[in-house]
């Protein structure tokens, strides 16, 4: 393994981690902070915003976990994937808990 396969292992756990919200805000029908909202990330944007923000999230997500090879065969790049998935899941619930305050 490549060092930068751990990177893309890392990039894969953040970007998949920061679907989930969008894309479940999203088919909830309910409106969600996006980069795209005004101002932005601190505004609300449309549920079918946030859908399309989620897939695309999800997408790269992928490419990355691709990329890294994750593989259950390779233990520590499943370690990585999961280290930055937890990291990104605490830190977005920390995020939009003070921005859904505002």
Not at 39 to 66: A, D, E, H, Q, T
Request: with cysteine; aromatic share 22%; proline share 6%.
């Amino acid at each position: 393994m490549k060092w930068y396969n751990y990177i893309f292992c890392f990039l894969a756990g953040l970007f998949i981690a920061n679907s989930v919200p969008h894309f479940v805000q999203g088919i909830s029908g309910n409106s969600f902070p996006s980069p795209f909202s005004n101002p932005p990330g601190k505004g609300l944007s449309s549920p079918v915003i946030n859908v399309y923000w989620g897939l695309s999230n999800f997408i790269v997500g992928y490419l990355f976990y691709r990329w890294g090879k994750v593989s259950r065969d390779r233990i520590w790049t499943l370690v990585v994937f999961f280290v930055a998935f937890a990291f990104m899941s605490m830190w977005l619930s920390m995020v939009f808990v003070e921005r859904m305050k505002m």
